[in-house]
C-alpha cells in the first residue's frame, strides 16, 4: 500500500488532488481516503477577518506545541525555496565545499597564525558593544 498525504480544502464537497500527486494516483485504481480534519490554527485565524486585537490574542495564546506544529509545517513546504536560498548566500559570499569540524578549523587557525586562545573575535565584538 503507499500512502501519499497532502493538505487542501473541502469546496463543495469535493477534495481536489494537487496537479503534482495526479500521476502518481493515475492507474492506482481503488484507493482508500480518510480525512483527518485540523482546528483552525492562530496562524489561520489571523490571516482571515479577525480585527487586530483578535489576531494578536490568538498568537500570544498559542501553545509551544502549536507554534512548533505552524513552524514545522511551513518549513516543510517551503525547504527548497529555504535550501535555494541558503545556497545563494554562502555562494555570494565566496563561500564552498564541505564544513569543516572544530578540530580542523582550529589546525588551520594555527597555521595562519591565528592564536585562537587570544580571543581576538571576541574582543572586536566586546569593543564595538561598547561604542
Do not use: C
Amino acid at each position: 500500500m503507499q500512502a501519499i498525504e497532502f493538505q487542501t480544502r473541502i469546496t463543495n464537497g469535493a477534495i481536489t488532488i494537487p496537479l503534482e500527486l495526479t500521476g502518481k494516483l493515475r492507474g492506482l485504481g481503488l484507493v482508500r481516503v480518510i480525512v483527518l480534519a485540523e482546528e483552525e490554527s492562530a496562524s489561520a485565524v489571523v490571516s482571515g477577518s479577525a480585527d487586530l486585537m483578535e489576531k494578536e490574542y490568538l498568537l500570544a495564546n498559542q501553545t509551544a506545541a502549536e507554534r512548533g506544529a505552524i513552524l514545522l509545517r511551513e518549513s516543510k513546504l517551503h525547504q527548497a525555496e529555504i535550501s535555494a536560498a541558503a545556497a545563494a548566500a554562502l555562494a555570494e559570499m565566496g563561500i564552498s565545499g564541505e564544513p569543516v569540524g572544530a578540530q580542523k578549523l582550529r589546525e588551520m587557525m594555527l597555521a595562519d597564525g591565528i592564536n585562537p586562545e587570544d580571543n581576538e573575535f571576541s574582543r572586536g565584538i566586546i569593543e564595538m558593544r561598547e561604542e
